[in-house]
């Protein structure tokens, strides 16, 4: 298949999107007023953050730089990249949500956006005229809906409830209802955020098996952003890698996936500052906080196999502290979760006091690549319950080296996971 | 299995800002969602009611029985022997029509962020389906304006002008494209400074005293503030409405035009700020 029989569906040149950091304009005109009299008066401006020596001006982010992509009409596009690489200001450019601060961009086609599922439902209405709304909402006239009514209530698995307004519905019925409408348009072009994560397991394989067909029968064009890898795998045909606004990579799906975790994981740090680092759900003045993790020995945080991981790690206690204990758990560089180790000796901090620890973690089995650890600092009462105290995610990252033939077989950690057990023992028996 | 279609549809996205970009064909291919939106204005304001729709017809009724009350029998304002209830329910309709043009239109950006910020579709079909839904809600009031008009008119109290009576579509035009383009302006600078939003309302009860709702402009005298009123572009509209429906009013010809000039250019600006505002503004908002 030459390049030239495929058609255009989407073409980006020298996009880019740029976005003001900080305040954007104070948010009311009360206080662009007051900080423009305080200039004037030499006084310092009220609306200034505190910690903060000026307020945000003039500083600017790119959240895309430059891009350059063409699609053609057929292709599942898999759109991966770390937390802020531009992942969905790419989306939304292309669903015309927000304008490119710079550059063009070409859509062949018409184009359905599921940023979310259900945009525009209402609670008040019932589930058919949320179908009418959502539905006009994504470009369909009353006539292409009342034309796929029918297969749009039968896909949705709620037809008894159709009726009824969907503030009554559960969750689950509420995205598979509005999923269902997403599913059925009829535009070449389909723009996804993640949107697959909805309903049940059945109803999840249902949207994929739709999906699947959307794309490789009916020959549309997708472009998918997820961070989860297995859906990328089961069905793009190609993905793009994004890094800091730019495309760092463009091609074969695995290959792909390969060098977005491997750049995701920074291995030259050695010594990581949590001072800062909290948990949303946690109390921000925590009774301890862990605050300095460092490799003990090392250059770079990178191990042998089976090496033995050695970490210094300093916790200050706000209160006296004496049922501590600390959990590391193991997360591969796509973010699963490979393991977790504990450690079930209590100790003790006093009141005030910063206290340092050497943690050591046996890497037996762990094969190489790129891993990110959160650590879990948490307090076991006298009734053996657990609270959690402090936890941070991505506390520590490293890497393990190849294992330069110890396991005597090409590991295939797509089927075979993270950890290499120990060995089976297979004898035959003796009957 | 259908052939793909997508080769018709090109969509060119640049960072070029045009300053006047008005896609009527796109606003038109979306005319089910304007419809719908439409509909559900009125399928939710009364939702959860015990009178429910009859609110549609109670709202006016009561405010025009204060106006009646307090303009008519207490303040003792003139309106050249048209009973006043009549003289309140024919005026608080256009002016109702006008202000929720406005006040709906400026809140377009704000309340419909999420939406907006999902999915792209033409977001003039907001505020058209806004002015619809007050023309309906006009519509529904003139119902009753023409239950007491009949009245009135068997009685002998009333002579309405039925010739002008066709020219109440214009002016309801007039009203309509002015209401947006004044509410479209303020919804584009509130994505900025939300006080707008805050002042709207507060400004559109100003400006109803500072135009002949519940008084004629007969009954103004000469000076400043006559001149002032007259050139108030709703002026014109509101005298031209009660001289058609009532009988009365004081039309004057150079007055009516400047208000059409005003409206045309309020639609433009306003059409123009909307344009830039809506590409981008879920950047700041």
Known sequence: MSDNNKQIAIRLSGVKKMYKLGQIGGGTLQNDLQSWWARIRGKEDPNTKIGQSQRLVGQTLMALNDIDLTVYHGEALGVIGANGAGKSTLLKLLSRVTAPSDGEIDIYGRVTSMLEVGTGFNGEMTGRENIYMNGAILGMSKAEIDAKMEDIIDFSEVREFIDTPVKRYSSGMYVKLAFSVAAHLDSEIMIMDEVLAVGDMAFQKKCLAKMDDVSSRQGKTILYVSHNMSTIRQFCTRVIVLKEGRIIFDGDVNEGIGVYMTQSIDTSQVEFDLSNKYQKYLSPYPKAKMMKARFINKEYAVFDYQEQINFELQIRARMPANWLSLRFEIRAADGSSVGTSFAFDRFSIEEGELKSFIVSFNSKGLIAGKYSVVLGLFEKNEFGSYTDIDVIERALSFEIKDDDGQIGIQWSKQYWGFVKFDDLHVESSRN | ?285
């Open chain 2, 1 to 285: 299995m259908s052939e793909i279609s997508g080769r018709h549809y090109h969509t060119h996205i640049t960072s070029q800002k045009k300053w006047f970009e008005l896609n009527l064909k796109e606003v038109w291919q979306y005319r089910d969602l304007i419809v719908l939106f439409t509909k559900r204005t009125f399928a939710l304001r009364y939702k959860q009611t015990i009178l429910g729709p009859v609110w549609i017809f109670l709202n006016p009724f009561l405010t025009s029985v204060m106006y009646t009350l307090v303009f008519g029998n207490i303040a003792k304002i003139g309106t050249h022997g048209v009973p006043h209830i009549l003289f309140y329910l024919s005026s608080s309709a256009i002016w109702t029509f006008f202000s929720d043009s406005v006040i709906r239109n400026a809140q377009t950006f704000t309340s419909n962020a999420n939406v907006f910020g999902k999915v792209y579709f033409p977001r003039l079909t907001v505020p058209i389906s806004n002015v619809l839904s007050a023309a309906i809600q006009f519509g529904i009031q003139m119902i009753m304006v023409g239950m007491f008009l009949v009245y009135y008119v068997i009685q002998g109290t009333v002579s309405p002008n039925w010739m002008c009576f066709l020219l109440i579509p214009l002016i309801l035009i007039q009203i309509g494209i002015m209401g947006m383009g004044f509410g479209i302006i303020v919804s584009s600078l509130t994505t900025k400074y939300r006080d707008l939003g805050i002042l709207v309302s507060f400004g559109v009860q100003l400006w109803m005293y500072g135009t002949p709702i519940v008084y004629p402009l007969s009954e103004i005298s000469e000076g400043l503030l006559k001149t002032i009123i007259t050139i108030n572009p709703m002026t014109m509209p509101v005298e031209l409405f009660r001289y058609a429906v009532l009988g009365h009013g004081t039309i004057l010809p150079q007055y009516l035009v400047l208000s059409w000039i005003v409206t045309i250019v309020v639609a433009l600006f306003g059409i123009m700020i909307f344009n830039r505002v809506e590409k981008t503004f879920m950047d700041t908002i």
